[in-house]
């Protein structure tokens, strides 16, 4: 999003025309005291927001509930000197199901401190995740975010632009399938297919208008969640015009389930760089 403050009233436009119920924004480049709370308590949301300065921020907004928040998950590393933990993950309970709005640090260079920072932030992400599913198989949980990898070679342009650099690498590719494999499916990509399907386009050397994009935003669903999964899309459009956020909305519809007669469609994606 690279900042609510300056795109909050299309963050909130856009809540309006999507009419979803629950959505996770990542890059809020806020402290919470900034973060434009009132323009979607307005609409009827909720609001759960950790932001520690200008840079990282993550919310979640809901209309069906927000219970029990929680700002970081159990061994997410810090950075720094001396190293503490950024905001860039916050948990919520909403209508039943616990969403997660993550933001995965970008590794930078493949040689930077940073590239292992962010190895070490999916594996945390990851045992956190299989604990909870240890813990309760039928939990419905949500990962929902920038996750600054591409899984797959047709989620860039060109693989060849690549080479060298991060996002791309074995390392990153198999920390991403480690959380996939420690329970949590891939919900959007079965009802949107590559190749050509992205989520992200640089801001830069036109890369919008060349098809030239990434997809690293996720929604990552534990068994239960996914199993309710009935309709996911890439909502480009919203990637045009004046303001827009580099990444566009991904979005997940559900049937209803033991806590939520109608369906309900989570957000995710909102941000990222």
């Given at each position: 999003?690279?900042?609510?403050?300056?795109?909050?009233?299309?963050?909130?436009?856009?809540?309006?025309?999507?009419?979803?119920?629950?959505?996770?924004?990542?890059?809020?480049?806020?402290?919470?005291?900034?973060?434009?709370?009132?323009?979607?308590?307005?609409?009827?949301?909720?609001?759960?927001?950790?932001?520690?300065?200008?840079?990282?921020?993550?919310?979640?907004?809901?209309?069906?509930?927000?219970?029990?928040?929680?700002?970081?998950?159990?061994?997410?590393?810090?950075?720094?000197?001396?190293?503490?933990?950024?905001?860039?993950?916050?948990?919520?309970?909403?209508?039943?199901?616990?969403?997660?709005?993550?933001?995965?640090?970008?590794?930078?260079?493949?040689?930077d401190p940073h590239y292992s920072y962010k190895l070490r932030w999916l594996e945390a992400l990851r045992a956190y995740g299989?604990?909870?599913?240890?813990?309760?198989?039928?939990?419905?949980?949500?990962?929902?975010?920038?996750?600054?990898?591409?899984?797959?070679?047709?989620?860039?342009?060109?693989?060849?632009?690549?080479?060298?650099?991060?996002?791309?690498?074995?390392?990153?590719?198999?920390?991403?399938?480690?959380?996939?494999?420690?329970?949590?499916?891939?919900?959007?990509?079965?009802?949107?297919?590559?190749?050509?399907?992205?989520?992200?386009?640089?801001?830069?050397?036109?890369?919008?208008?060349?098809?030239?994009?990434?997809?690293?935003?996720?929604?990552?669903?534990?068994?239960?969640?996914?199993?309710?999964?009935?309709?996911?899309?890439?909502?480009?459009?919203?990637?045009?015009?004046?303001?827009?956020?580099?990444?566009?909305?991904?979005?997940?519809?559900?049937?209803?389930?033991?806590?939520?007669?109608?369906?309900?469609?989570?957000?995710?994606?909102?941000?990222?760089?």
């Open positions: 999003m690279n900042s609510v403050r300056a795109r909050g009233e299309r963050i909130a436009a856009w809540l309006q025309r999507s009419d979803v119920d629950v959505a996770a924004v990542q890059e809020t480049k806020c402290r919470d005291d900034q973060f434009p709370t009132e323009l979607f308590t307005d609409l009827g949301y909720e609001v759960a927001h950790h932001g520690l300065s200008q840079w990282n921020g993550v919310a979640v907004l809901s209309r069906v509930g927000l219970t029990d928040v929680q700002f970081g998950f159990p061994g997410q590393p810090g950075w720094g000197e001396p190293e503490a933990p950024e905001a860039r993950a916050l948990g919520a309970t909403c209508g039943g199901v616990r969403v997660w709005s993550l933001y995965v640090p970008n590794g930078r260079e493949i040689d299989a604990e909870c599913l240890d813990e309760d198989p039928r939990a419905q949980m949500a990962l929902c975010g920038d996750f600054n990898v591409a899984p797959q070679d047709d989620d860039v342009w060109d693989m060849a632009e690549f080479e060298g650099k991060t996002h791309v690498t074995k390392p990153e590719r198999d920390a991403f399938t480690s959380v996939v494999d420690a329970g949590f499916a891939e919900v959007v990509r079965p009802f949107a297919p590559g190749p050509g399907v992205y989520t992200y386009w640089d801001y830069k050397q036109l890369s919008f208008p060349k098809r030239k994009g990434m997809r690293i935003d996720f929604v990552l669903a534990s068994p239960a969640l996914a199993s309710r999964v009935s309709g996911a899309m890439v909502d480009r459009e919203e990637r045009k015009g004046k303001g827009a956020s580099d990444h566009a909305p991904v979005m997940v519809d559900l049937d209803g389930g033991a806590d939520q007669e109608s369906a309900a469609a989570d957000a995710a994606g909102l941000g990222g760089a």
